[in-house]
């Protein structure tokens, strides 16, 4: 067993800060749009966007460390052992099988990883941000010269990459466990520092 | 001593009524004769508002030598009134409150109360006997009526303050000037209306005054609007934050801003959308006072939360009555609902007329007017409205077989200048002469024997109002199913009370039924619902099995 530093303490603080909002916008969100009675739309609504908006902010802060540090090269997807992946979480994860995807400092994410976020940061997340800018600047839709837009279609686009969202959020949820023990994926995320096979 | 002793007393009064004993003892010695007095207390507080609300004007009209008599007629009062106020009936003879005419400047149709046909009384024509209880004027009982007569102006029903002036259906537009039984058959008399008194007191126009017509449209206390009721005399502060009687208390004349008696805000030519933002003293133009904008602003909420930033930028589609006015119909008095003229005339099996009422006390059946349903405390429905209103007029073509749109109001959800408004609308059934293919006038009230109500003959009373109107009657009539509304603007609630988020953002909401805008909150994708949640409910039990899997294989290994 090795121990090596994956996560520094922005990073943390950045997943674990996007993950509240994300789950907080979730909640809300779907009750905004009416799926069930939680906190009162009232409630609803004005803690979406206060996230909404957290999370900007958030981003501001993240793209200007993923730039800094050169972290955004860690998104950069790769075909190699795609399959193997695959196969890993096919059979392999049941029988202990070695890992194919060995973690490095420089490579932190496995290949499956790497295309699953390139889709969150490509698919979802503009989908969410654009139809969520739209959604919030509704009534600046005129001066904008915009208002050939329906709200009806950004809700159903917005809520749409929201139920991608939930799947993604459980999808990543799940795979948290699937380290060598189910906690090591977690407790590296917290600490910084992933076990890792010699 | 300058004060009245009268004032000493009441101020005393209440005093004895609401204070220590002791402070009363301290001031008693002053004036020994209050501690005499204060046994008939209670009725003195009410007596002291009202002094409160005392007129500011710089004119005692009791020391005028012209209102130093007895006069024995309306027009003698308002012949006095005219030696000083020369031009007053000229301006009064311009305005709709006289004339009973309006020209809509969009539509050009002609519309007022002497040319409209509604779905109550229906129609004022052949009926001026009674209907002109509410004219400004006095003696317009048929269509000879000199509109150019300034001593036939009525000054004193709106600027009557004693609260004891009051015009009898039946006297074309008269107070009884002798002993008179009212209501008829009731065996209570009225004394002769006190004309000097009434004439020496006369003041700035009131809620009193207004409402005395308006509050009792559509023929009793709170009938036809439904926002506007007696119970707007005298209100607490949670049926019109405006108006409230200890708070704010404004009178009508606050909002509908008037000039040479021209009285500001109207339901013919409504303002649905004010855009152009407080109405400043000086701006010029041609702009309506009476909305909330004028005073309000375009961004009323006090800016701040996001919340409140919501708010204002709802009112590019809502109206402030929307969410301010929760309610109708909120001063505890019954509003009419529906009015079926079809069962009218049904008598005992003596022939005498039938009145029933509801467990509420409203009458909700008359032999002379057919059934009727009230409702207090009423949910407004809600349209899209630009602030124009199209009428059903006389001789216009309808559909018989669907409901007739007495009025309709225009708008629509694309429309940069549609509101959401909440409205009354009233439904009834009422007489259709086939023939002639229009809504029937009918001659309801009048002491000869074609006015419906005392003969109960339909034909003869639709005979003489057609003939009003200068139309023979067809001879054939059928009663037609219409619809007429109103907007609410009155009692307008404490925002405690205005409406929350999730009335009209919620599935059935309230603003369910009002189309053409995409509504969060309202559950209105169910597809998707189902498609996105199916997927989500899927990749959890996916990840379930591949967990229990892992778990499995681990115990086993």
Redesign the interface.
Known sequence: MKRIYIFKRFERFWHWSQAALIITMLVTGF?????Y?LL???TA??TH??AAWSLVWLWVFAIFWHFTTGEWKQYIPTTDKVAAMFRY?LTG????APHPFKQTRLSKHNPLQKLAYLFVLAVINPLIWITGWFYLF??DW?AWGVDFL???YV??FH??A??MM??FV??HI?LG??GHTPTAHIKAMITGWEETED | MNIPAKKIYRGLLLIGCFLASSVSANVAPAEPAAAAAASTAPAVVMVEETEARKSTSTADHSKFEELKKNFKNGPEVTKACLTCHTEAAQQVHSTKHWTWEFLNPATKQKLGKKNIINNFCTSVTSNQTFCSACHVGYGWSDDKFDFTSENNVDCVVCHDTTGKYKKLPGLSGHPNYEVMEWPPHSGKFREPTDLKTIAQKVGKTSRATCGACHFYGGGGDAVKHGDLDSSLKEPQKYLDVHMDAKGLDFSCGKCHLSDSHEVSGSRYAPTAVDDNGALMRGDKGDRNPTTCVACHGKAPHPPG???VE?LN?HT?KIACQTCHIPAYARGNKATKMTWDWSTAGKLDEEGHRIQKRGSDGNVIYDSKKGDFTFERYVIPEYVWFNGEVKFTLFGDKVDTNNVVKINEFQGSAGD?DSRIWPVKTFRGKQPYDVGNETLGVFHTAGGDDSAFWGNYDWDKAMAWGMKAMGVEYSGEMVFVETEMSWPITHMVAPKEDAL???QC???NGRLQNIGG??M??????PM??W???A??LM??IG?LI??G??YY??KR?
């Open positions: 009750e905004v749009h009416g799926s009675d009162g739309f009232k609504v004005t966007t206060t979480y994860i049941f029988t202990d509704y009534n005129a329906n709200l009806e809700a159903f809520v749409v929201a139920f939930l799947i459980i999808a799940y466990t699937a | 939360t996001a919340a919501k930028s590019d940069p929350k988020c999730d953002h919620r599935e805008v995409y969060p909150g309202t559950n209105n994708t998707l619902d498609l996105g949640y997927a989500a990749a959890l990840v591949h967990g899997i892992r294989m681990s290994g």
